[in-house]
């Protein structure tokens, strides 16, 4: 091809040039390759087109958040967890208001620790109001029931083509063979009985939700429309390959039966109201006094959602519209969207197909057929903005058209119209600087037309040794302290233990106020990441004791640090916008990360690792086989560890080895010869003193099916 080609001739081969740039394009987003920078830019539209629906002022969530925790601590001398007669005061008060109904993003899954009386205040509560809807966790994990219990009547909800639909749709995401059911008292009187696990994307953020689970034969609808089903009982439900349909609305669903939501703004968009507000109110009322919430209209004719956003509840999650979201808002969206109607849907095949390919075709017969360099960069400027309107309409019109492929498709296109311009007229060089320097960073530049398939707009998966730290009391530390003499505390902790992190190699990824988030293995890759956290971990251990009295004379009483940490794959990189971004990490790993290092306050532990750290260490330390535990959000459960310097073992190897072997007699389920293995050394060791508590517990309450798990029954 040269100079001389005739300008038909030229669109032809502009036109094969396009095809060619479809193919690559589409054959790159079906092998998945272009998955995580289309989501980077569906979060970008989600974020830029959110706005409240027809439907989001009948929502209203009440939100446990640290003010209600410090409140109840103060007010009552109460510590968390709260006895259930707490929530029944949430429940009168819906009731008394005129709510719709009250859905409870709580696992009551444990008999309350105030006794069977707390728990029959809640039962008294829920019974008068009748649409409470009741919290369930559904796993395919060990561990928990594996049939529904005779103690709780089965779910009413009927589903016409519920088995069709299944044998149509990926089943083994939808029926799941192990549940955390409530107790009977919450159980029996629940409205309804819903599903709250959540999954991520796989990058880590939250979109979308399971409509419906399968338990045992019986279904579980996800909370938000459980809550539409308790104020609308008798409703007909519906299901095919899809789509669910309730009585007269729908939900759009994929081939695992997940919704696509559609998010109305960052946390709070939804009003929300302190459950100690809420608590207050209730108790004030029934006084006759003035309650702190004066709108008595607050609640009338709204839907309830009660959740956690205390940050050592671990409720928060990542969605598009806000890095830090709470769990229940995310189920109040589904409510939301449900009862608005426009839940969002993903572009069928053929839609994308035929855009991408017109688009590509287009822009290849067009700009192969221009020699004027100013009028190329015109049209190719004007083929790669055009995916964005089109996608930001398809949005608002509720579609998913996916972006990246389109501009890939086009970039493409452009690339290969240059690459050919360069080999038959030697221009390759100046073309691309003269084209694309308007729009594209040369480093970009040079990988659209060089190497395509190493284009990276987020960012790579890794195996991380993750660390989470925490003050042990800190909120009570605050509260006696001046702004001044905290910060200064503050400061004087944090720069101690960055110190040690970084000595060992560590990223600090961030700081939330007392607590610190690091991690090992990226940017810089190091083998023995595992090691250098563990390492890491007792050494800002060991400096916190050094440092303990002067910081008691600070603060007025000694500083405890709880660590948890976690190997795994995350996600890791630049996250962001294109312009202003964070080197950061997410991912299933890094939850577990943060559960490990709450579990250390029930066995009183200060450093915990998990069985998937332990794999990736020598003999360098030694370790302490604590339990396997189940956390919250997490299908299988795991071994924790407690390290400690291998000197420090020796010394307490013949105590530890007494441990281990009560730990063998817990699992085996022996537990009045665990206990009396537990007793005599719980004096020195707060972890054998909570196995004897626990082991008290469970000769009183045997366990039907027992596994030898400990189940975190909070987030």
């Known amino acids: 091809m040269a100079r001389t080609l005739t300008a038909s001739k030229r669109r032809l081969y502009g036109v094969l040039f396009g095809l060619a740039g479809a193919c690559l394009a589409l054959g790159l987003q079906h092998f998945g390759v272009l998955d995580r920078w289309e989501a980077r830019t569906w979060d970008w539209r989600a974020s830029v087109l959110a706005k409240p629906g027809k439907a989001t002022d009948q929502i209203r969530l009440i939100l446990l958040d640290q003010e209600s925790l410090d409140w109840a601590k103060e007010q009552a001398g109460l510590t968390w967890p709260w006895p259930r007669e707490i929530y029944s005061a949430i429940v009168d008060f819906c009731r008394r208001s005129g709510a719709r109904a009250l859905a409870f993003d709580v696992l009551f899954s444990e008999p309350s620790s105030y006794g069977v009386q707390d728990d029959q205040a809640l039962e008294a509560a ?26 709780i009547p089965r779910p009413e909800f009927k589903v016409a083509g519920l088995q069709t639909w299944l044998s149509h749709t990926r089943r083994e995401e939808i029926e799941f063979p192990g549940a955390a059911l409530p107790i009977p008292e919450v159980g029996r009187r629940a409205a309804a ?76 968009t939804h009003r929300a109201y302190s459950a100690a507000a809420v608590i207050q109110s209730e108790l004030r009322l029934r006084q006759g006094e003035e309650p702190p919430i004066q709108d008595r209209k607050a609640f009338q004719g709204k839907y309830v959602f009660f959740g956690f956003t205390a940050p050592g509840l671990y409720d928060l999650r990542p969605v598009p519209v806000a ?38 075709v287009a822009c290849g017969a067009l700009t192969f057929g221009i ?14 903005c055009l995916p964005i309107p089109l996608c930001l309409a398809a949005y608002s019109k509720g579609l998913w058209l996916p972006l990246v492929v389109q501009e890939l498709a086009v970039a493409s296109s452009i690339s290969l119209t240059l690459v050919i311009n360069y080999a038959t007229e030697g221009r390759q060089k100046r073309f691309i600087k003269n084209a694309f320097q308007q729009y594209l960073s040369p480093a970009v530049i040079e990988q659209l037309i060089q190497h395509p398939e190493r284009l990276k707009l987020g960012g790579e998966r890794k195996v ?27 400061n004087e902790y944090l720069s101690a233990m960055t110190d040690i992190i970084q000595e060992e190699g560590g990223t600090v990824d961030k700081y939330e106020g007392d607590a610190i988030i690091a991690f090992w293995n990226a940017p810089m890759e190091m ?22 009295s002067h910081f008691q004379e600070q603060a007025g009483k000694e500083l405890s640090m709880r660590i948890g940490i976690n190997t795994g794959p995350a996600v890791v990189g630049n996250m962001g916008s294109h312009t202003r971004f964070d080197y950061t990490m997410l991912g299933d790993a890094v939850n577990l990360a943060s559960r490990l290092e709450g579990v ?3 066995f009183g532990t200060h450093t915990m690792i998990s069985e998937f750290t332990v794999h990736h260490l020598d003999e360098e330390f030694g370790l302490r086989r604590l339990a396997r535990v189940a956390v919250v959000g997490r299908k299988e459960p795991v071994t ?31 537990f009045a010869k665990a206990r009396d293995t537990f007793l005599g050394l719980s004096p020195h060791d707060p972890a054998a003193a909570a196995y004897a508590e626990e082991c008290q517990r469970l000769m009183a309450s045997p366990p039907e099916d027992w596994r030898g798990v400990w189940v975190m029954g909070t987030k």
């Not at 229940?328 to 197909?353: C, I, K, M, Y």
């Not at 040794?465 to 009391?473: A, T």
């Not at 013949?654 to 007699?665: I, N």
């Open 126 to 151: 829920m019974s008068k109001f009748r649409r409470v809807v009741g919290s369930a966790f559904l796993s395919h994990s060990p561990g928990h029931q594996t049939r529904w219990p005779a103690t």
């Open 464 to 490: 991380l040794s993750i660390f989470f730290s925490d003050l042990q009391g800190f909120t009570s530390i605050s509260e006696n302290l001046s702004p001044e003499a905290l910060t200064s505390l503050l």
């Open 193 to 268: 009985i819903c599903n709250v696990h959540l999954d991520p994307d796989p990058d880590g953020l939250y979109r979308r939700t399971s409509v419906l689970s399968v338990f045992d034969g019986e279904v579980l609808p996800s909370l938000g429309i459980g809550v539409y089903l308790a104020d609308h009982p008798g409703t007909s439900m519906s299901i095919k390959p899809g789509r669910l349909a309730l009585g007269d609305l729908s939900v759009p669903t994929d081939d695992m039966g997940r919704a696509l939501l559609r998010f109305r703004g960052p946390a709070g």
């Open 371 to 384: 020699r004027r360099t100013s009028a190329f960069v015109l049209v190719s400027v004007a083929f790669l």
């Open 527 to 548: 083998e023995d990441h595992a090691a250098r956290a563990v390492r890491a971990a007792l050494r800002c251990q060991a400096r916190l004791k050094e440092m303990r």
């Open 640 to 670: 924790i560890y407690e390290p400690m310097l291998r000197h420090e073992y020796e010394s307490r190897k013949e105590a530890l080895s007494a441990f281990a072997a009560g730990v063998d007699l817990f699992e085996k389920g022996s």
């Open 323 to 360: 890095s830090v979201y709470p769990g229940v808002e995310v189920h109040a969206t589904v409510l939301d969207n449900l009862l608005s109607g426009d839940f969002l849907r993903e572009a069928a095949p053929w839609q994308t197909f035929s855009l991408v390919a017109i688009l590509a």
């Open 600 to 602: 250390n306050k029930r």
